[in-house]
Structures are given as structure tokens and as C-alpha cells.
């Protein structure tokens, strides 16, 4: 498994921008590469769900309710993902966490940073 940390979550209002990053600083890796990365979010009384996703071979996909909205991108050499979200709506709040996936060393997951947007 991969130690992940997210940050840059926060209290924001609508219509900010915030980013976050999802960074790997304990792991013997020297690069992200081999592996798919992808945020999922939390919120109170709510199932886990998918935001973004971008493969090892960098194709991205997102939920629909953040398409046009959120970015998503990587970094490998840095070991880092990020998510820039702008135009952030109260839905949008919850608890953002970064997951990593390869065949070789299975799922790893971060502890998670809060997002939330007042109205």
C-alpha cells in the first residue's frame, strides 16, 4: 500500500475555487506512473462517490456534477494529484479523498480533507 495525505480543503464560499492535493511523502516509489488515481468525496448521510479519475495513461473522467467545474491532474515525478475546483456549490461539501490503484500493489487510500461551501 501507498501512504497517501490530501490538502487544501477548507471553508469556502459559493463560487470560490479551491485545490487540492493528494500527495505520497512516506512512499519508496519514485513516481505516481503505474498508478490510477482518482478523488472521491464523502458527504454526511451520503454514500462515497466518485468525483475524478485520471488512469496512468492520463484519460480523465468526472462525475456529472462537477463536469466543467473541477480539473483534475497529476504530477509523477512530484508524486502528487490535484483537483482544482472552481465554482464550488454547498453540494459540493464533504470530505474529498484520494485513492491510488495498481494491479501490482491493489487500492490505497487517504484520511481526507473537508470541503465546505457555505451559501
Known amino acids: 500500500q501507498v501512504f497517501l495525505r490530501e490538502s487544501g480543503g477548507g471553508l469556502v464560499q459559493a463560487g470560490g475555487s479551491l485545490r487540492l492535493s493528494c500527495a505520497a511523502p512516506?512512499?519508496?516509489?519514485?513516481?505516481?506512473?503505474?498508478?490510477?488515481m482518482t478523488w472521491y468525496r464523502q458527504a454526511p448521510e451520503k454514500q462515497r462517490e466518485l468525483v475524478a479519475t485520471i488512469t496512468s495513461g492520463r484519460t480523465t473522467d468526472y462525475a456529472d456534477s462537477v463536469k466543467g467545474r473541477f480539473t483534475i491532474s497529476r504530477d509523477n515525478g512530484k508524486k502528487t494529484l490535484y483537483l482544482q475546483m472552481t465554482n464550488l456549490k454547498p453540494e459540493d461539501t464533504g470530505v474529498y479523498l484520494c485513492?491510488?490503484?495498481?494491479?501490482?500493489?491493489?487500492?490505497?487510500w487517504g484520511q481526507g480533507t473537508q470541503v465546505t461551501v457555505s451559501s
Open positions: 512516506r512512499t519508496i516509489l519514485s513516481t505516481f506512473a503505474p498508478f490510477d
Open positions: 485513492s491510488a490503484y495498481s494491479p501490482a500493489m491493489g487500492r490505497s
